[in-house]
């Protein structure tokens, strides 16, 4: 069998939760770009098929990200890279939060943020890997997805009924901002194990 740690031996690390919590609150910024990005840009006067193509630019450019993103790990560490990441996500959720809300703006921001999210998806796996090595890596990952699940519950839910109670779009992306400034935090408080598999 691969060396590694069992599930029960990796929840018992500090940094399995320090990724878990870093995948939950980045979760909830995700979706609710996902959720919320057409409706704030229809909300702004842009046409609702112009609004749909934002979501479809963010996914394009998520591919890219992955081979983009994915190779300068090497160069700057996996960990360290996604702390740069979840960085860049709060700036690029800044961006929307900030900027006019037309239509060039909203490309701009959804091809940023698509970019960076996918240098996200190709870290964590690669990262839980290298913490936890590859005796159960399949049912380590498992649960520190479960991280994604409640983030995608709970982050558009609570961008909508922010947005509800106030009228705008304001507080709901400064929360997602916000989540994932804490995010890039909870990466960089990760203390690198003594092991690497």
């Keep these: 069998p691969l060396p590694g740690l069992s599930l029960a031996e990796a929840v018992a690390q ?3 939760w320090l990724l878990y919590m870093a995948g939950l609150l980045s979760a909830a910024g ?3 770009n996902y959720v919320h990005l057409v409706p ?4 702004n006067g ?3 098929q112009r609004g749909i193509v934002l979501v479809g630019i963010m ?7 992955r081979f983009l993103l994915g190779g300068l790990a090497d160069r700057f560490g996996r960990r360290t890279l996604l702390s740069y990441i979840f960085a860049g996500l709060s700036l690029t959720m800044f961006w929307w939060l900030l900027a006019p809300p037309v239509f060039l703006s909203l490309v701009i921001y959804a091809a940023l ?3 960076l999210y996918g240098g996200y998806i190709a870290l964590l796996p690669v990262l839980a890997m290298e913490y936890f090595g590859g005796h159960r890596i399949a049912t380590i990952i498992g649960a520190l997805y479960t991280s994604w699940g409640v983030g995608a519950l709970f982050g558009p839910t609570m961008a909508g009924a922010i947005r509800d109670a106030s009228g705008a779009y304001f507080y ?3 929360v997602g901002a916000i989540s994932m400034a804490v995010s890039a935090l909870c990466c960089r408080l ?3 194990p003594d092991t690497r598999y």
């Design 46 to 48: 842009v046409a609702a």
């Design 14 to 16: 500090a940094r399995f």
């Design 172 to 174: 709901a992306i400064l």
């Design 113 to 115: 943020f698509g970019i």
């Design 30 to 32: 995700v979706f609710i």
């Design 59 to 65: 996914g394009i450019c998520s591919t890219f990200g």
């Design 190 to 192: 990760i203390r690198e």
């Design 40 to 43: 704030y840009a229809t909300d």
